[in-house]
């Protein structure tokens, strides 16, 4: 999935546009993809992949050859912190009293399978959350670990730990699922 | 039989959870619009280039305010502070256990008046004639009197003014025409005095012509007008004829010899003398160098009575 030897990133887009934009170009669909399957908000992900390109474009120690990693993972955080924060907001709003009784709308959209997924994906660690959602992505391991800055040899113990995390949570929230 | 289980389990756990993930899959509503990314992008540079401008533009603002805020209680310090305009100086001092340490200088004015008397004694660092000033019109009186004062002024300095209102003249007076002391003005404006090296300028230029006495009088008998706006032009013409007054204007604006002179005295008021505030005398027997700060606070009859001891003594040697 990684794109190896990407073009390089320039600092300036008015000055030195064709390596950022050749980057941007190549990458922004693949990103705003990524995001949309982890927050299932279309307008969202767009918002949250230009400030992926916004934080890829203004630190220079991103390394050029790493570009696709680098976004990819971002995007994937990002879109996780997207998740708990909205999982946080409705617990204050729930312990605050702010938010009426749920709607039919909402009783319907929380037993959908999606937003059980994402209600869980926001309650595990980060990291495995990031794990699980790059390997069905079908990122290779060696493409996990250089993404997330592991060891290669120990990216598979972590996938498992993580899917292990992921059905515990599942469990604690709906119950045993029928497998 | 119980391994062959666990193995299922494991798979079956492993397709819901692939199951669970791919439901995520976005549907056809995510279309990516590059275009529009790209072009929010630019926008937000803009504004972060024009907060960064602004952000430039505050902080040089807040640092011009915060110098200004530092200079003027220096600029008011003068007419505070009894006796001297000061000139922070800071000099490098060795502790008893080897560090140094940067110390800034002590005010003058809370040392007593008869200590000034006990003034410190400087060692001769040069010949005698490196202390000639530059130009020679700073000096007055005869040149093989036994005593020299040199005075170290800033026309900008309120008690620099103040020592040539009330000391200088009698001191002219009674010891400088009487061939008992040779009386020489040494220039040392102050950094925190805008105008002082204009003045100086001024006064130099006058010197060139024959009118140095004349003028450096009027610029400190007129300090209070000028030190406000700078129009030293003005004063200096209430006493110069205007053939004479065209002439230092034209030295002023072009004689570049006239800030060597100021130089040289600055370099002397700081490499020889230590100075750091104005007035200060310097008296001149022999080899040996007196350094007198805060001498418009002394009064006259003090100074009488010095140059008297003095003189008397250096008689009787």
């Known amino acids: 999935m990684i794109v190896q030897n990407e073009t390089s990133r320039g600092t300036d887009l008015d000055e030195s546009p064709p390596d950022f934009e050749t980057t941007f170009r190549l ?44 976004l990819y993972r971002t995007a994937i955080r990002l ?22 009784p749920q709607t039919p709308e ?40 250089s993404a997330l800055d592991l060891n290669f040899a120990s990216v598979g113990t972590l996938v498992s730990r993580a899917r292990l995390a992921f059905r515990k949570e599942y469990t604690k929230l709906y119950g045993e699922p029928r497998l | ?96 256990n080897g560090v140094h340490e940067r110390v800034v ?11 000034h008397l006990s003034a410190r004694l400087l060692p001769a660092q040069a010949s005698p004639s490196t202390f ?52 020489v003005h040494r220039d040392f404006p102050l950094p925190l005095h805008p105008y002082a090296r204009l003045a100086a300028r001024y006064a130099n230029a006058a010197g060139e012509i024959g009118h140095y006495e004349l003028v450096a009088n009027q610029i400190f008998a007129t300090q209070d007008i000028w030190s406000k706006t700078g129009g030293i032009d003005a004063e200096v013409t209430k006493v110069l004829a205007p053939g004479d007054m065209q002439r230092v204007r034209q030295l002023v604006k072009n ?23 104005t007035p200060t005398v310097v008296i001149v027997s022999g080899d040996a160098r007196e350094a007198i700060s805060n001498a418009a606070t002394l009064p006259l009859s003090v100074w009488q009575s010095y140059l008297d001891t003095k003189l008397a003594g250096l008689a009787a040697h």
């Open chain 1, 27 to 70: 990458h922004y669909p693949r990103i705003v993809y990524a995001i949309a399957r982890v927050v299932g908000d279309a307008a969202c992900a767009e918002e949250l992949a230009v400030e992926v390109f916004w934080k890829f474009w203004r630190n220079p120690r991103i390394p050029r050859d790493k570009a696709g990693g680098w």
């Open chain 1, 79 to 100: 879109g996780i912190h997207e998740l708990r924060r909205r999982a946080r907001h409705a617990r204050y709003q729930r312990l605050l009293r702010l938010a009426g």
């Open chain 1, 106 to 145: 909402e009783i319907r959209a929380g037993d959908e399978k999606q937003e059980q997924v994402r209600r869980v994906l926001s309650a595990i660690k980060p990291r495995d959350a990031e794990l699980l959602l790059l390997q069905s992505d079908e990122f290779r391991y060696e493409e996990i670990a």
């Open chain 2, 1 to 96: 039989m119980a391994n062959h289980d666990f193995e299922n389990n494991n798979l079956l756990n492993d397709r819901w959870l692939n199951g669970c993930l791919e439901s995520l899959t976005p549907g056809r509503s995510v279309v990516p619009d590059a275009g529009k990314a790209l072009t929010r992008l630019r926008e937000r540079n803009r504004a972060r280039r024009i907060a960064m401008r602004r952000w430039t533009w505050t902080s040089a603002g807040l640092a011009a305010a915060g110098i200004a805020v530092l200079l003027v209680p220096n600029a008011r310090a003068c007419a505070e502070q009894p006796g001297a305009c000061m000139q922070k100086v800071w000099k490098t001092v060795s502790t008893h």
């Open chain 2, 105 to 115: 200088s002590q005010s003058p004015a809370a040392l007593p008046i008869a200590s």
């Open chain 2, 132 to 183: 000639r000033p530059h130009a020679l019109y700073k000096e007055i009186g005869s040149p093989t009197a036994p005593i020299t004062l040199e005075a170290y002024t800033d026309y900008q300095c309120p008690w620099c003014a103040v020592f040539f209102r009330n000391i200088v003249p009698q001191i002219m007076e009674q010891y400088v025409r009487t061939g008992k002391v040779k009386f």
């Open chain 2, 255 to 277: 004689d570049d010899s006239l800030d060597e002179t100021v130089i040289r005295d600055v370099a002397m008021g700081t490499n020889t003398d230590h100075l750091n505030s």
